[in-house]
């Protein structure tokens, strides 16, 4: 693969990542609210698992891009 293009890639794949840190934070915030039903905290644990679910598949996929070159 071409260096400038694995290099885009790394690039947008930490941009992705870092949206998805930001998003497992803000989910981690409201599920910390006190008011929550019981189905607004089990949607929200499903939402942050499914988050760090796909957090964890970027870094995999960066992992590989940087091992690459």
Known sequence: MEPAL???RIEDLKT???ACQQE???????????DLSM????????I???AARHRDYLHYML????HQG
């Open 24 to 34: 497992c934070a803000e989910l981690a915030r409201k599920s910390s609210t006190p």
């Open 6 to 8: 694995r290099e885009l």
């Open 16 to 18: 992705k990542i870092a």
């Open 48 to 50: 942050q698992d499914k």
């Open 63 to 66: 992992g590989l891009y940087e």
């Open 39 to 46: 189905v607004d905290t089990t949607i929200i644990s499903h």
